[in-house]
Nanobody
Framework: QVQLVESGGGLVQAGGSLRLSCAAS????????VAWFRQAPGKEREFVAA????????YYADSVKGRNTISRDNAKNTVYLQMSSLKPEDTAVYYC?????????????????WGQGTQVTVSS
């Protein structure tokens, strides 16, 4: 079992920045691929970014590429999502998810473990 807890969400003006954190406990964190997804009201959960087990490979949705950076510190059992140039359309609940295998990383059904989510609201 891996427990994930997100933090760092909040209300920010368009153009601003936020850094989300995903803290893990349980099994060896470095054994897991970690991703961020988001879900806005009335919309499906969508892939945002993912990072490989050692942090050497990162993946982004086109909608956030160039504005978001995913990183991880395995010594701290934490994955981060640095978001900049935020837009109102980035408003959503952001979830982190973990899976031991680097496959179908953009598909939310791939992931076994999920956090409870953190709300990000971007005002115009």
């Amino acid at each position: 079992q891996v427990q994930l807890v997100e933090s760092g969400g909040g209300l920010v003006q368009a153009g601003g920045s936020l850094r989300l954190s995903c803290a893990a406990s349980g099994r060896t964190f470095s054994n897991y691929v970690v991703a961020w997804f988001r879900q806005a009201p009335g919309k499906e959960r969508e892939f945002v970014a993912a990072i490989s087990r050692n942090g050497g490979n990162t993946y982004y949705a086109d909608s956030v590429k160039g504005r978001n950076t995913i990183s991880r510190d395995n010594a701290k059992n934490t994955v981060y999502l640095q978001m900049s140039s935020l837009k109102p359309e980035d408003t959503a609940v952001y979830y982190c998810a973990a899976n031991p295998v680097l496959t179908y990383i953009r598909n939310y059904e791939t992931y076994t473990y999920w956090g409870q989510g953190t709300q990000v609201t971007v005002s115009s």
